[in-house]
């Protein structure tokens, strides 16, 4: 079965996570054909330009209907965008599903793979907002294949459908990261799961000031496989100073992209410490 994977424009700040997604789906037995970034958006980000995000929207679905696979989805704007939006400005000629639907409907040939135990004791972060897919539940019995994960059960939900979408508020934002740091202190976790990019891309940061390490699950299931995907934005968010960040990062990599743009652009974001 071949699928396209479309994972949203944010995400490719996480380029592990595409790789570890990519991979699992590989391991239930479908080639997964990865789509996204600025060619393949949403639209969502034009939401007060009407006829903007219509022609976006027109422009990824006909994308996509040329490419003739169905889609498997990541982020959950854009899954909500297309149940919402998108398919009412052209008609997709595919299905839709999440990822965590994919995973969890293949559970058992997951399991089959996933040999390498991992002795954590871990939470996952979840929130209210994404009603369309049971994501977190789904997710927390993806992790319970993986021989050694404890999961430890919170009654607790942050605002919106993941961390993006109530950062604009710091304090909001501020107080959901606090109760999550709680939680996972009250409990004892080692592992902090996250569940979407946004999620990881600010929490991660936390790494370095807490107890426990902040893991998007996918890379958890593909270190269970025995594939380590390293989570280098994570690494860039525990440096102590602008000298081990650029080490970090390394000159090469700082060249290529053009150094005034990587102190204008890049640094502030990754010197930004989670909110509490």
Avoid at 10 to 23: E, P
Avoid at 203 to 231: I, K
Wanted: proline content about 4%; glycine content about 6%; overall charge negative.
């Amino acid at each position: 079965m071949e699928v396209t994977f479309w994972y949203g424009c944010n995400m490719v700040r996480h380029g592990d996570i595409i790789r570890a997604s990519v991979a699992l789906l590989e391991a239930i037995g479908i080639e997964a054909r990865p789509a996204g970034g600025a060619s393949y958006c949403c639209g969502t980000a034009k939401d007060a330009h009407l006829a903007a995000a219509e022609g976006m929207a027109v422009r990824t679905v006909e994308k996509f209907n040329a490419i003739g696979n169905d889609l498997v989805t990541w982020c959950p704007s854009c899954q909500i965008h297309m149940d919402h939006f998108m398919q009412h400005q052209a008609a997709p000629h595919f299905d839709v599903r999440h990822i965590t639907e994919m995973l969890h409907a293949n559970r058992e040939r997951l399991a089959t793979r996933l040999v390498h135990p991992i002795e954590r004791r871990v939470m996952v972060h979840q929130h209210v907002g994404f009603r369309e897919v049971p994501a977190a539940n789904l997710v927390a019995g993806l992790l319970d294949l993986i021989p050694g994960i404890e999961v430890v059960p919170v009654d607790y939900e942050a605002p919106g459908h993941m961390c993006s979408a109530i950062a604009r508020v710091p304090a909001a934002h501020a107080d959901a990261n606090r109760r999550t740091v709680d939680l996972a202190r009250e409990h004892d976790v080692q592992t902090l799961v996250t569940v979407f990019h946004s999620c990881q891309r600010l929490l991660c940061g936390f790494a370095a000031t807490e107890p426990f390490e902040v893991v998007n699950y996918v890379s958890l299931l593909a270190r269970s496989m025995g594939l380590d995907f390293a989570d280098e934005y994570g690494q860039w968010k525990q440096a102590v100073d602008d000298d081990d960040l650029t080490a970090r990062i390394g000159a090469d990599r700082i060249a290529r992209a053009g150094e005034d743009f990587v102190r204008r652009e890049i640094l502030p974001e990754l010197r930004a410490k989670p909110r509490r």
